[in-house]
């Protein structure tokens, strides 16, 4: 009887982190974890482990770039300290008025 090797699946994080690669995918991806719903408070740990897939998806592709890694360290930082009230307050403002953050490509 002969062995059969059956090829291995990839992970769904691999996956979701190539998939983040593309630039029209990230931008829907942020543009999803920005949109509120209701009275609901934004998710800040669900921000910062949503903008931290991009930059591991980025930095799998080796286009990274360091100020982005520093940049996110330090809004890493004043979301932790903040609890993101402003990007709530700013998101709740926009709503108000009729409008909404969309990120785009540049």
């Known amino acids: 009887m002969s062995t059969v090797k059956l090829p291995t699946t990839e992970s769904y994080r691999d996956y979701f982190l190539t998939a983040l690669q593309e630039r029209d995918r990230a931008t829907g ?43 996110f360290a330090i809004l890493k930082q004043l979301l932790s300290e903040s609890g993101g009230a402003e990007i709530t ?18």
């Open 89 to 106: 307050a700013l998101l709740r403002l926009l709503d108000a008025l009729g409008l909404k953050v969309s990120i785009q490509d540049h």
């Open 29 to 71: 991806y942020l543009e999803e974890l920005l949109d509120l719903e209701g009275e609901e408070p934004l998710d800040i740990e669900l921000l910062k482990a949503g903008l931290q897939d991009i930059l591991d998806s980025q930095q799998r592709n080796s286009t990274l770039s360091e100020t982005a890694k520093q940049q």
